[in-house]
């Protein structure tokens, strides 16, 4: 039984926010000016994190067909079983990247970053004005191969994780985990179960 409102309608009229006009919410990021809360990319601590494919078995042994190779390093660079640290609060630039062939939708726990491009151009509208924390890279269209975004870990200090969110690759080890800590803490690990 639908009634008439007889409230005051707060509701946002969706055209006000067609690109170009009021944004809901204002983001820290300059595209033109290359900065981030004023912090310049170029200065920026910069990962970058390819997820591949291979047959065989990982540099600890372990068998899978997948994995992540971070700054170029060997596979499984930073696997779970090794802590890497990311500085709480500074500005890092991640350049996520797949070799093609299979789509990887790579999430990222308990923090949102900003794309700033993809297959190094403008991001299209609908990824420019939001903040994320899944960054799907892979060959089908509104996609690309590569996606660089802008990330800081602003509120958790410990463990964050990072993965493919396909669950076969997920469940083959294509994951792997950071630690935000501040400069100067004592980092203690966490013992494996």
Same mark, same amino acid.
């Given at each position: ?16 926010y ?19 809360? $004023? ?6 601590? /910069?990962?970058? %994190? !390819? ?6 078995? &990982? ?15 060997e ?23 797949? $070799? ?6 790579? /999430?990222?726990? %308990? !923090?949102?970053?900003?794309i700033?491009?993809? &297959?190094g ?8 004005w ?7 890279v ?44 501040r ?8 013992p494996?179960?």
């Amino acid at each position: 039984r639908v009634q008439a409102y007889t409230g005051t309608d707060v509701s946002m009229n969706p055209a006000d926010y067609e690109p170009g006009k009021l944004k809901m919410i204002p983001l820290s990021i300059d595209r033109a000016a290359k900065t981030v809360n $004023g912090v310049p990319l170029a200065t920026a601590r /910069h990962h970058t %994190f !390819e997820f591949k494919h291979s047959g065989g078995t &990982d540099n600890l042994g372990h068998e899978g067909p997948w994995f992540i190779r971070v700054d170029g390093g060997e596979r499984n660079a930073w696997v779970p079983e090794r802590i890497s640290t990311i500085v709480h609060g500074d500005l890092e630039v991640w350049n996520i990247k797949t $070799g093609g062939g299979w789509t990887h939708p790579v /999430h990222i726990h %308990f !923090e949102e970053g900003m794309i700033l491009t993809r &297959d190094g151009k403008a991001p299209p509208e609908w990824e420019k004005w939001a903040r994320k924390d899944m960054y799907r890279v892979g060959p089908e269209n509104d996609s690309g191969l590569e996606v660089e975004i802008a990330f800081r870990s602003r509120d958790f200090l410990g463990a964050y994780v990072q993965h493919c969110h396909n669950t076969m690759h997920e469940d083959h080890a294509m994951l792997l985990r950071l630690d935000a800590r501040r400069l100067g803490a004592v980092l203690m690990p966490t013992p494996m179960p």
